[in-house]
Every structure is written in structure tokens, then in C-alpha cells.
């Protein structure tokens, strides 16, 4: 016989506070590779004007790197990409068995060191602009 469990209304939020950091670091993973896969193709997109010739490409390059919000969408994608490859690596580590007892520790730990060098990165991405 099967039980069922009845996990309420989609709608109800309230159940993300249940949310192990194993759930959280799922979550995390799932959005950031698909965040990657995006911009994949905004990357393809701005290497295609290469096709016009070096100095189109070099004057697309300059003309995005000029706007603020594209600089801070980099700082993000550096972000993104930090996380999705130190929580891959916990990820490989628990596949082969090491780390099994303190995967919430390494989930946090990932947030940290990602949190560390994003933030020692914004000047660098930043410019003059703080």
C-alpha cells in the first residue's frame, strides 16, 4: 500500500522555509546553469559581430562595456558562473563519496568563497565607476 503525502497548494510558499541546504543548493544549481546556458547565447550573439569585421567587433565590445548595467551584469555572471562550478565540484565530491556527512557545510562554504571573490572582483569590472 502507498501513502501519499499531501504537500498543499503550490501557491503556498510557506513551504520553502522547509527547504534543507541541500534542496537550496539544488535550486541554486539548476537556476545557475540555465543562467549560463542564457548567456551562451547572448556570448554567440556579440562573437557574431566579429563577422562585420574586427573593428565592428572592437566598437560592439567598447559600446557594451560603456553601459553600467552591463558592467554589473558581469559582476553577476561572475557570480553564477563561481558558484555553479565550486557547488559542481562539492557535487563531484559527494558523488564519489567524500564530504557525504557535512554537505551543508560545503553548500555554505561555496556561498562564501563565491561571496569573496565577487566582491574582490567589483573594481575590477567596476572601473571608475564607484
Do not use: C
Request: aromatic share 14%; proline share 2%; hydrophobic share 55%.
Amino acid at each position: 500500500m502507498s501513502q501519499s503525502y499531501d504537500r498543499g497548494p503550490v501557491e503556498d510558499f510557506g513551504r520553502w522555509t522547509e527547504f534543507s541546504a541541500g534542496m537550496w543548493a539544488w535550486v541554486f544549481h539548476k537556476f545557475t546553469g540555465w543562467v549560463l546556458i542564457g548567456y551562451l547565447f547572448a556570448h554567440i550573439a556579440v562573437l557574431s559581430s566579429a563577422i562585420a569585421g574586427p573593428e565592428v567587433y572592437t566598437q560592439t565590445l567598447q559600446n557594451l562595456e560603456s553601459i553600467l548595467l552591463v558592467r554589473m551584469l558581469e559582476v553577476g555572471l561572475l557570480a553564477v558562473a563561481v558558484f555553479h562550478t565550486l557547488n559542481g565540484v562539492r557535487l563531484l565530491l559527494v558523488d564519489l563519496g567524500i564530504g557525504l556527512e557535512s554537505q551543508a557545510k560545503s553548500f555554505y562554504a561555496s556561498l562564501i568563497v563565491t561571496a569573496i571573490i565577487v566582491i574582490a572582483s567589483v573594481p575590477n569590472f567596476m572601473g571608475g565607476a564607484f
